[in-house]
């Protein structure tokens, strides 16, 4: 009993000793927070709000976290780092996978209303493309989604590319049926009738462009499949057959 007391208790000073280091670490990591939080809003008051501070692989380096954009910092804030973290071990963009993380975008939570949409076969597969109307990529894109069968096109029109992307995407969302209008200008060069509605509602087009700012969809096209998977630019038709094979099986 002597032996079992003796060892009980050793067993509770190591882990009265864990948690004590564990609290001492806590509170160092939250008072570097504290630091770089004040530190960068005394010193760059220009700075946009931080919403989130966290440790990183690397001792002493911390992540900031502003909204979807990614800078590094010390635990004083007194440097600032803005590119990407890489690790040499597993060849990884530590960066890229963490805005990636961030960005990633969930098919079901997606506001199909504000699609053009297509349907070819019996639809089945699900796909949603972002895309300009004056994009050379996305009307190659367009002709090889022609040959995709048992497919939904959702296509979130976002006029990035100046200002008569902005003509004719009102133009093809007011049309009567804006799902023809939008593939025959894409795959065959037939312009846009001129939208004559004074109440056509071209709000959904508003929305489209905060919600790939809010997603980073940076460039034209981007595709993403039902499983989350995300594809910046064209690819091909059998490249597009093999994620939609695979994003079902997800």
């Not at 007194?78 to 969930?106: F, M, Q, W």
């Not at 595709?223 to 690819?235: H, M, S, Y």
Request: proline residues 5%.
């Amino acid at each position: 009993m002597k032996s079992l007391s003796s060892t009980t208790g050793r067993r509770l000073q190591q882990g009265a000793v864990v948690l004590a280091l564990a609290g001492a670490a806590l509170s160092s990591a939250l008072a570097d927070e504290a630091a770089i939080r004040k530190n960068l809003a005394d010193r760059m008051p220009g700075l946009p709000k931080i919403d989130e501070v966290s440790k990183t692989p690397i001792p002493g380096l911390y992540e900031v976290r502003i909204g979807t954009d990614i800078l590094y910092t010390d635990e004083a804030a007194n440097h600032i780092i803005e590119g990407s973290l890489y690790d040499t071990r597993t060849h990884t963009d530590l960066t890229k996978a963490r805005v990636d993380k961030l960005t990633a975008i969930d098919f079901a939570q997606l506001p199909l209303k504000d699609a053009i949409v297509w349907k070819q076969g019996n639809g089945s597969r699900k796909l949603a493309v972002f895309a300009d109307p004056n994009c050379g990529y996305c009307k190659r894109l367009e002709k090889d989604l022609v040959n995709v069968k048992d497919v939904t096109i959702y296509t979130f029109v976002i006029p990035i590319l100046g200002a008569d992307s902005a003509v004719k995407a009102r133009d093809i969302w007011c049309a009567k049926d804006n799902g023809k209008v939008w593939r025959t200008w894409m795959t065959a060069g037939t312009v846009p009738p001129k939208s004559m509605d004074p109440k056509c509602d071209t709000s959904a087009l508003d929305r489209n462009l905060a919600m790939s700012r809010k997603y980073k969809v940076n460039g034209t096209p981007a595709l993403v499949f039902e499983n989350g998977t995300r594809v910046p630019g064209a690819i091909g038709g059998e490249q597009i057959e093999k994620q939609l094979t695979n994003a079902q099986k997800s």
